[in-house]
């Protein structure tokens, strides 16, 4: 049941959103085969976030879809099974007091992920790009992408990205091993373009490691 | 003439999402040139399936074009001819129970097809993107994609990919070497998640082992 | 003035045809910055054709833009220039009894066209998507794509196109060094299957070469 | 308050025109995370600019979110902050008396900038695509792109843009490293086809750069 604080007016605006949001990058090849996941804070106390649905096509998802759960992952509004990671967002959206979380699967996110594993992260710096995340005042920055192994518990996962996120407070995104990005923002259109501006920057390393190593 | 089973409203329906699919795996370059081919059951016993028709841009197929076909490829229903791989389409609907079966031509498909064809397939584990496919419950699992010979004899080709689903029952797609993708599933809606999530791999792989050989 | 033998319906529907076609190949990247032009031709005897015009951008091209010209290249209908190449696409339609000519400029065809320049042409063979050119039967079909040495002098250009023609009667297609793909159908929709399926391929066979000179 | 002298007219087009180019040019890629910036001049004396503000989304911008700012950056009409990188637009027109300006981010231009900071810019020549750049009439056109350090401190960038605009007067666009390309034209129209052209040629270059290092 819907809590009495929740207007009907903000929770369909922000699912027209996120639905908007979820089409976008789905043309972008980085939601294919039902992949990724999208939230948004409909308010804070109580937490209750919109949600994606589990299996849903996200270049045909409507607003209708998009479900309304709590910090448990329950549906209080909405017909559907939230997305697996429901959890996963819940824990950034408490521990970085964000308003939107995106998770998305690209090619080159899968990749990149794939070749700095070992190292538990990588560190992208130099690029103007890079301003565009929050906080950021100049080029000569140094984001650290952590890198977490992938597991299917996703309590014992929500846990390891806790501590990475307590570990590293001044990530704007961190990447699962061979499953991919999640980013957040202080509202959708902040977490959409963290994750546009990170996607771009995996995808320059990617290729640029691929032409220094064959010495460039 | 149409089966007297067979509801107008279902086959037009049917139809309708059939072009729409098409649509969407044209304009990721998935079906260039009148390639690939799109298939649904409408009916299964006697089989029916809504077929895309023989050398139609896949781009601006409309549901008026799509074919009403029994299992020996005869058009039931519809002006053209059936795709040329009709056969293909109704031999793993009948062995994989499938209610529909998407083929594509890609790029990266075709590239990879071609660097495992001496091994008749390739293995792909530990992605994320594995758990979109029917039955697949973590990313630690090995999913095998075989690759069969190209023919133009439909007959032999048939029987030679029936062989092959057979050997491997837990098999989500397969490659024609140089041709391209198979994949299906339990309604329309399955099969475009596992062709996106089987593309999306394919090209994950292939850039990979790219990296891979140059010492990443 | 226009020909009192066409038809302003059919001109006008061409010219629509030709638009949506030029808008189709922009959004792929093959005529980004008003380069390629496209050609349908309206009235065989005496020729006269539908031709884009230079300069306009190929992404918001309308079917009032598209010119009506002879086989001097000369405006028959319409305001404009015609496309510098006009009298390439004249040559073509006339010795190949082209419908249709279609010329793009990709980043793949441009680069396969440098890689392979000294031989004067690449062989592609094996590749199922083969099937979809004018009277190919079978995916062991070798297609050769003659390489001519580029030049701004149109009717040098021409003759050298003819002269190549003359040679590989069999070809469907043929690139200009370090400029790009010209291709052609009995009509606007065999040119646009062609240019596709060409296009495909010189990309299949510049991302296969690159995997192969490294050991795969 | 707007300036006496500029029609609502014209603004209004003008900005209907930007808002148009920024969607195109982010649908590929170009402008993601609020990335790159675009201009159009709408009065030269004294000089008024149409100008994209400040971290809107490029792919959902509206001519309403375009703004008319002076050559001090100043806001005269519109609300929101203008691009911080407006004073650089505004020493491109001045120098290049141009009447539109575009800036974007891609990741071949980013990789590129890196691989030939060192020299200082990078030559492309022989490409037939060369011939959309204004004044140039042959493929046989070296075209050399400088490369700037980036910087942020606009002033001092926008006196080392105007440095080698100076010195290069033959440029048709520049590079700043790891941030973007900039292109102007003497109108929106042209400045499009010129950005075109250089991304175009920036990947054909990175691709092949790519090729050439493994013995291609």
């Given at each position: 049941m819907q809590s009495a604080h929740v207007s009907n007016t903000s929770f369909s605006e922000i699912a027209a959103h996120l639905a908007a949001t979820a089409k976008s990058l789905h043309a972008r090849?980085?939601?294919?085969?039902?992949?990724g996941n999208l939230s948004a804070v409909v308010q804070h106390q109580p937490l209750l976030i919109a949600m994606t649905p589990s299996g849903v096509d996200k270049g045909e998802i409507s607003r209708e879809q998009i479900l309304l759960v709590d910090d448990e992952a329950s549906v209080v509004n909405g017909t559907g099974k939230p997305s697996d990671e429901t959890l996963l967002h819940v824990e950034i959206v408490k521990q970085k007091k964000a308003g939107a979380v995106l998770h998305t699967h690209s090619v080159w996110n899968t990749i990149v992920s794939d070749i700095f594993a070992d190292e538990g992260g990588l560190a992208i710096e130099g690029y103007e790009m890079l301003k565009g995340l929050a906080g950021v005042k100049t080029h000569e920055h140094r984001e650290w992408i952590p890198i977490i192994d992938n597991s299917q518990d996703m309590r014992e996962l929500g846990a390891t990205m806790s501590a990475v996120l307590t570990e590293r407070p001044e990530a704007h995104g961190l990447l699962l091993h061979r499953h991919g990005l999640y980013s957040w923002g202080k509202d959708l259109r902040e977490a959409k373009r963290h994750i546009e501006i990170l996607e771009f920057l995996l995808e320059a390393v990617g290729r640029t490691l691929d032409l220094k190593r064959r010495g460039n």
């Open positions: 090849g980085w939601m294919l085969g039902t992949s």
